[in-house]
């Protein structure tokens, strides 16, 4: 499982800064998808939704390469 963490967290570090905060704000630090719009300045919480789905597809990508 250690082997899993570091692959994620070094993914993490080749995301983009915008995806990568959205990502951990969400998931780490448990804030609402509302919250994570307005911090990372999206219009709408539907609009960082739709964004964290395309961050966590990237983050797959990268995990299984």
Do not use: H, P, W
Not at 2 to 31: D, H, P, T
């Amino acid at each position: 499982d250690g082997n899993k963490i570091s692959k994620v967290n070094a993914a993490l570090e080749q995301l983009g800064e915008k995806c990568r905060q959205l990502l951990i704000s969400f998931y780490f630090e448990k804030k609402k998808m509302q919250t994570i719009a307005e911090d990372l300045g999206y219009n709408k919480a539907v609009n960082a939704k739709s964004q964290k789905y395309k961050c966590m597809q990237q983050l797959k990508k990268l995990v299984t390469a």
